[in-house]
C-alpha cells in the first residue's frame, strides 16, 4: 500500500466440530482484529466454518445450508470493513460437494475457489465427500451470483502488483500446484487455507514446501492451518500458521495454539523480481478468471509500513549462518584464484599488503588458494608500501600477518619515487589534493605489477565492492589488478570473513587480524596526525553498514531512492536520523552514477553472492548514464 508493502494476516480461530454460528463469530473477531492491525487481507483455515473434521456430517443438507447462511451472515457484518478475507466453506452445486474458500471484500463475495486436488489415502478420505474444483462457472451462493472453481484470480485496482489467488490444502503438496498456474496468471499473493494434520517431523516438511515453494514461483504465500477444536477421534491439529516471501519465512506460528500472525510482504519486489529473470514466462491463459475489486483511498492513505530490514542484508543474522557463510565464501574466492592460476600455469601471486581489511583478506585467500593447489607459500610475495601516510600499526600488522602465514615478505618503500615524480610533473608536495593521493597509488600498483613481471606471477587485486560502488578507487591504481578476489565483497561482509579466520587461527596470527578489524579504514594517502591514522574513508565518503544497505536495495531490487531512504530510517532508527541518511544516500548515488567508468574495466574476480557489480556478468551500465532522476526523488525526501 506503501512503497509496495501489503500486509496480510494468517488466522487460525479455535473451532467448534459443525457450530457454524459460533465459527462465524470466531472468525469475526478475527477479521475485525486484522483490520486493527492494519491488514489488507485475512486468510483463515480450510472449512473454517463448519470444521474439516466434519465426516458424513458433510453429507447433510442442514449442515450445508448452515454454512451458507453463516458466510451470509458474515459478509453482512463485515460490510464496512475494507479487508479482503478468504474462509474456508463447502458448497454445494449442481449434485456436487466443492470444498471452497470464500473469497469476499466489503459484504460482496468475489469468488469461491475450490480445491482441486482431493486427498483420499492415508488418514483423509475427502472424495468420500468433495468433488475437484472445475474451471471456473457461474453459481448463486449466500445471496449472490459469483463464480465457483479453479483459475480465479482476485486482482485489486488501486494496489499495484496486488492479484490474489487461493489453492486449498493438498493443492500445495501435489505434483503440480495449482499455484503455478495462478502465479503465471499474474498471482502475486497466494493463499492456502488448510487442515493439515500433525505427525512427527511434518512440520519441518511444510515449512520448507511453504519456503520453497514461495521462492520458485516469486510471490507472497500465507499458509492457515486449522488447530485445537478439530475432532481429534483419530488425528491431531497444530494449527500451523506461516507467511512466506520469495523464499524467506516471515512469520510462523507456534503450534498448537490458535490466534493471528500478521507480516507486511513487499509486492514490489515480488514483481520486480518476475521483471528481472528472464526465465519467469508470464501467461494470459483463457481459462483464468480475473475479478476486480478495490480499496478506499482512506485505508491506502492510513497504511504505514511496520516491517524492518536486516542493517546488513549482506550478512546472515545468525552466528551458525554467519559462520557457515564465511567458510563457503573463502571456499569460492580461493577456488576461483586457484582455478586461475592452474590455468596459467602461474606458481607466484604479488599482494600489495597494506595493513588494512582488504589486503588482509586478499592474502588469506591467495595463503589458501596456494595450499589448494599443493604449493608452497613462499611463492606468495606480501609488499609493504609505506609513504607518506602509513602508519608503524598497519606496517607492523602486515610484516606480522605476512609472517605468520609463511609468505615472502618486503618491504618496498615509495615515497622517494612519488617524490620525484612530483618533481617531473610539477606537484608541489604541500598540495594535499587529488594528485597528491593517487600519485602514491599508482606508484604502489606500478611497484606490484613490475615485481610480478619480474618474478613471472600475477598481482592479486584487494579492493572490495563496497569500494567499486563508491568509485573509491585509483583509476588505473588500486583499482587495477590481474585476479581481484574481493571484487564481490562488501565491506561489511569482509569484517566477519577476517573475523572468521582470526576465530580459527593460532594466536598470534589472531592477535594480528584482530588489530586489523580495530584499525580505522582508511587508503593512507595524507601524512598520519601524531603518529595515528589521518585519513578515514567513513568519515569522507560514509558509514560503510549505510552504503551497503543502499547498495543491496538498489543493485539487488531496483528498489527507489524514497522506498531506500524510508527502509534505512526504520531499519536504522536511533542510530542515524533522517537527515544523515538522505545526506548519505545522495552521496551513494552521485558517486554510484559518475564512478561508472572505473567498473567497467574491472579484472576479473569471483562472484560469490547475488549482488556483483562485474561488467561481464550482473550489471552493465554506461559510463555517461545521467542521474538525475534519482537526483530528483532525492531532492523530495
Not at 451472515?73 to 474458500?101: E, F, H, K
Not at 587495477?480 to 582470526?502: C, D, E, F
Request: net charge negative; charged share 25%; aromatic share 10%.
Amino acid at each position: 500500500m506503501k512503497d509496495g508493502f501489503f500486509r496480510i494476516a494468517a488466522a487460525t480461530p479455535q473451532v467448534y466440530v459443525a457450530d457454524v454460528e459460533k465459527n462465524g463469530e470466531q472468525i469475526l473477531e478475527k477479521i475485525q482484529e486484522a483490520v486493527q492491525k492494519g491488514c489488507g487481507a485475512v486468510c483463515f483455515p480450510e472449512l473454517s466454518l463448519t470444521a474439516y473434521t466434519c465426516g458424513d456430517l458433510f453429507k447433510d443438507r442442514t449442515l450445508l445450508t448452515g454454512a451458507e447462511r453463516a458466510l451470509e451472515t458474515l459478509m453482512a457484518r463485515t460490510a464496512d470493513l475494507d479487508i479482503l478475507c478468504a474462509v474456508g466453506v463447502p458448497v454445494p452445486w449442481g449434485g456436487a460437494l466443492y470444498n471452497c474458500a470464500a473469497v469476499f471484500h466489503k459484504g460482496r463475495l468475489l469468488g469461491l475457489p475450490a480445491k482441486e486436488y482431493i486427498p483420499n489415502y492415508s488418514e483423509f478420505y475427502e472424495a468420500r465427500h468433495f468433488t475437484a474444483g472445475p474451471w471456473a462457472i457461474e453459481v448463486t451462493y449466500a445471496g449472490q451470483k459469483t463464480l465457483l472453481g479453479k483459475g480465479l484470480l482476485f486482482c485489486c485496482e488501486n494496489v499495484p502488483d496486488l492479484c490474489v489467488g487461493v489453492e486449498i490444502c493438498e493443492d500445495l503438496w501435489s505434483a503440480l500446484p495449482p499455484s503455478i498456474g495462478l502465479a503465471r496468471n499474474g498471482a502475486t499473493l497466494l493463499l492456502n487455507p488448510s487442515c493439515s494434520d500433525e505427525t512427527i517431523g511434518k512440520a519441518e516438511y511444510r515449512r520448507e514446501l511453504v519456503r520453497q515453494h514461495s521462492g520458485r514461483l516469486l510471490a507472497a504465500y500465507a499458509y492457515v492451518d486449522s488447530g485445537l477444536g478439530e475432532s481429534t477421534t483419530d488425528m491431531v491439529f497444530a494449527g500451523h500458521d506461516m507467511i512466506a516471501e520469495n523464499g524467506a519465512l516471515l512469520k510462523e506460528s507456534a503450534l498448537f495454539t490458535t490466534g493471528l500472525i500478521c507480516a507486511d510482504v513487499d509486492l514490489e519486489r515480488l514483481a520486480q523480481e518476475r521483471r528481472r529473470m528472464n526465465t519467469w514466462v508470464p501467461a494470459q491463459d483463457q481459462e483464468y478468471r480475473r475479478v476486480s475489486f478495490r480499496y478506499d483511498a482512506a485505508t491506502l492513505a492510513s497504511f504505514e509500513p511496520q516491517r524492518e530490514f536486516a542493517q546488513y542484508p549482506f550478512v546472515p543474522q545468525d552466528a551458525v549462518g554467519l559462520s557457515d557463510r564465511c567458510q563457503l565464501i573463502l571456499i569460492m574466492q580461493s577456488v576461483g584464484l586457484a582455478t586461475r592460476l592452474e590455468h596459467i600455469g602461474g606458481k607466484t601471486a604479488v599482494v600489495g599488503l597494506s595493513g588494512g581489511l582488504d589486503s588482509t583478506l586478499a592474502l588469506l585467500v591467495t595463503a589458501r588458494a596456494f595450499d589448494r593447489l599443493g604449493l608452497p607459500r613462499t611463492g606468495i610475495h606480501a609488499l609493504s608500501m609505506p609513504c607518506f601516510g602509513t602508519t608503524s600499526r598497519t606496517k607492523s600488522n602486515a610484516q606480522r600477518i605476512a609472517e605468520e602465514l609463511g609468505v615472502d615478505f618486503r618491504e618496498v618503500p615509495i615515497e622517494k619515487a612519488v617524490r620525484q615524480h612530483f618533481l617531473d610533473i610539477g606537484q608541489k608536495e604541500t598540495d594535499l589534493d587529488v594528485t597528491y593521493e593517487n600519485s602514491q597509488a599508482r606508484e604502489r600498483t606500478q611497484v606490484l605489477m613490475d615485481y610480478a613481471n619480474r618474478l613471472g606471477g600475477i598481482v592479486i587485486g584487494t579492493g572490495d565492492l563496497s569500494e567499486l560502488a563508491l568509485g573509491w578507487a585509483t583509476y588505473n591504481g588500486d583499482h587495477m589488478s590481474m585476479y581481484g578476489v574481493n571484487a564481490s565483497i562488501p565491506k561489511t561482509l569482509v569484517r566477519h570473513l577476517v573475523r572468521y579466520v582470526a576465530d580459527h587461527s593460532e594466536p598470534r596470527l589472531q592477535e594480528a587480524l584482530l588489530d586489523v578489524l580495530d584499525t580505522p579504514v582508511s587508503p593512507e594517502l595524507l601524512p598520519p596526525k601524531d603518529g595515528e591514522i589521518a585519513q578515514k574513508t567513513e568519515e569522507l565518503v560514509g558509514p560503510y553498514e549505510l552504503h551497503d544497505f543502499f547498495l543491496h536495495y538498489m543493485l539487488r531490487f531496483g528498489f527507489t531512492p524514497g522506498k531506500i531512504y524510508r527502509m534505512a530510517c526504520r531499519s536504522f532508527a536511533g542510530q542515524y536520523d533522517g537527515a544523515t541518511v538522505k545526506q548519505w544516500l545522495t552521496a551513494f548515488y552521485r558517486r554510484f552514477f559518475t564512478q561508472q567508468f572505473k567498473r567497467s574495466c574491472l579484472p576479473d574476480g569471483p562472484k560469490v553472492g547475488s549482488v556483483t557489480l562485474s561488467p561481464r556478468g550482473d550489471f552493465r551500465m554506461p559510463s555517461d548514464a545521467s542521474w538525475k532522476l534519482w537526483q530528483r526523488e532525492l531532492e523530495t525526501l
